[in-house]
């Protein structure tokens, strides 16, 4: 059963460009029970368009939780054993301070909301896990911009968690990684109705380029031969091309599909934070400008997983995380799964991923 | 002599009682991690494992080992020197590009190394290439010259060359055949397979 909860910081939370969040809150969601010695928590990190209903029905799209496949009792994360907490990143809009919410003075914070990184949400976490009582967690899990959390909770936090499982991710964000979500800031910037961010009293929103941020997003996040395996070149709804610019073929269809759906659920000024944050995101550069630094005084077990289509964040770029694990000589899991899919791969069935999940974070 | 666990291949079984209990371990091409777990539960090693085979690693990260899928010609570089007190490569040197570079890694970051390979200086290979005047294909070497991974076949009296060449010192030897222990007289006839211990 998940228990939906607040967490009230009872301080500032300081951020990394020198402001601090007055007065934030955090929204998390928790599956099993807290063992009397708190020794069984799991914290499971969400990716940049995730929340925290990791195994409960999403609350506006009504769909099951994001890793309902991975997280319940008796699955690799089971919740029979562990006391598993997902919670919402500060800048995200399920019910964590963000842009959308009020500021001290009342009115939405909008483009008035700091610009945070990944340690000011691990931050967060890290005073949720305060306010829980937990100094630390069995495993800290996640998988993508989740993945990066985690990394940045084992390098900040040493202490705070027993085991990191990190699954198609990065310790820092490429020029093609930066230059994707760049498309996507300057589409939202691009639509009038995002009116420098001041649209939460408007009528309308910035959907159409949130939408379109989305779609050139969502090409990233699959492969080229997954794509044409399920769209190839067929047309949607129609037997010979049109000679228009309607979503003639399936995979446009598709596109705008994911794109008009997304806006439903987020916020376009959350997807401008929380991308940059992620393109602030280099560990190394956080610690001397070595990786290797980041872990040295790390006493946790790692577990990394890529997958070999993942072309967001390629196999590479986990090796280098592995080979300054090694360097720190922290001890240090590393296996390449095949996938078709690409870096949504960690999303999806894949039974070799639940056998390497299950055996680690046992 | 040889350790009593049945279930380790032999040249697997003569390391595992010879690693000094608490040693930090590198297992290098550690397969289904066979040694490793029995160095962890027996000798309270810290163990750690490479391997190629990412199903292999598989199996290794779900019984709880620390295994990192890699290529033993290219990440063992990524190791600081002298991170372990025991590097270990066991039946892979003959698999390797370059073996003679991969000794100089193992002797890098272990103060210590354990090297397994079969031995091709055994009396049937050479009776095999004598006799039937092709590449052999034994008990010990079950895989034809086309398709094997031996790329680099090595001979006990070769592999005492190369640890002579690299400043190396054996330390012990250990030789076996029909997978029982035998002694090193003219081990380079009667081993199928041998497993040294190295120091530098």
């Avoid at chain 1, 967690?137 to 993945?147: D, E």
């Avoid at chain 1, 001890?331 to 055996?359: I, M, T, Y």
């Avoid at chain 2, 090693?45 to 779900?62: F, K």
């Avoid at chain 2, 009296?157 to 030789?175: H, M, P």
Wanted: contains cysteine; charged residues 20%.
């Amino acid at each position: 059963m998940a228990t939906s909860s607040f967490y009230h910081l009872p301080q500032p939370l300081p951020l990394d460009s020198g402001q601090a969040l007055v007065a934030a809150q955090i929204a998390y969601e928790t599956y099993g029970e807290l063992a009397p010695d708190k020794s069984n928590a799991v914290l499971v990190c969400h990716a940049l368009t995730g929340d925290q209903y990791l195994a409960s029905p999403h609350p506006i799209t009504g769909k099951p939780g994001w890793w309902e496949r991975m997280v319940g009792p008796g699955k690799p994360i089971d919740t029979g054993r562990h006391f598993v907490i997902c919670a919402n990143v500060i800048g995200s809009c399920m019910g964590s301070t963000g842009p959308a919410s009020l500021a001290p003075d009342g009115a939405p914070y909008a483009m008035r909301f700091p610009v945070i990184t990944i340690r000011d949400m691990v931050r967060g976490l890290v005073a949720l896990l305060d306010g829980l009582g937990i100094a630390q967690l069995h495993a800290a899990v996640g998988g993508s911009m989740g993945g990066m959390q985690a990394l940045s909770l084992a390098a900040n936090w040493p202490e705070r968690a027993a085991r990191v499982l990190v699954i198609a991710s990065t310790a820092r964000h490429s020029a093609q990684n930066i230059a994707f979500h760049e498309v996507g800031r300057q589409a939202i910037m691009a639509d009038p109705a995002w009116a420098k961010g001041d649209y939460y009293a408007a009528d309308a929103k910035p959907d159409n380029g949130l939408a379109v941020a989305r779609m050139a997003a969502h090409i990233t996040y699959l492969s080229e031969a997954g794509l044409t395996e399920k769209f190839g070149r067929r047309l949607q709804d129609r037997e010979a091309k049109g000679f228009g610019f309607d979503a003639e073929f399936q995979v446009e269809s598709y596109l705008r599909y994911q794109g008009s759906g997304f806006t439903r659920r987020f916020d376009a000024n959350s997807y401008l934070y929380i991308t940059r944050a992620m393109d602030y995101f280099d560990l190394a550069e956080e610690h001397g400008g070595r990786l290797a630094n980041a872990f040295g005084g790390s006493g946790a077990r790692f577990c990394i997983i890529s997958f070999d289509t993942d072309w967001l964040y390629p196999t590479a770029e986990s090796r280098h995380v592995v080979h300054a694990l090694n360097a720190a000589g922290a001890k240090v899991s590393f296996v390449e799964l095949r996938a078709p899919n690409g870096h949504d791969s960690f999303l999806l069935e894949h039974d070799q991923l639940d056998r390497v999940v299950r055996g680690f974070v046992e | 002599m040889i350790h009593p666990n049945v279930k380790l291949r032999p040249d697997l079984a003569a390391i595992a009682a010879h690693v000094a209990p608490g040693s930090r371990v590198l297992d290098i091409g550690c397969g289904d991690g066979a040694l490793m777990a029995e160095l962890e539960a027996e000798s309270r090693c810290d163990a750690r494992g490479m391997e190629l085979d990412g199903a292999l690693v598989e199996r290794c990260v779900s019984r709880g080992l620390s295994v990192v899928q890699g290529d033993a010609n290219r990440d063992l570089a990524n190791y600081p020197d002298k991170a372990f007190d025991y590097a270990i490569l066991s039946q892979t040197l003959q698999t390797a590009t370059r073996p003679d570079l991969i000794l100089d890694e193992l002797l890098r970051v272990g103060r210590r190394a354990f090297v397994s390979f079969p031995n091709f200086a055994h009396w049937r290979t050479r009776a095999a290439l004598m006799f039937g005047g092709r590449m052999p294909v034994t008990r010990a070497l079950p895989v034809s010259w086309y398709e094997t991974q031996n790329i680099h076949h090595v001979t006990v009296e070769d592999f005492r060359d190369l640890a002579r060449i690299k400043g190396a010192a054996i330390e012990r030897a250990w030789f076996f055949s029909d997978e029982q222990q035998i002694g090193a007289l003219a081990a380079n006839w009667r081993a199928e397979f041998a497993v040294f211990e190295l120091s530098r």
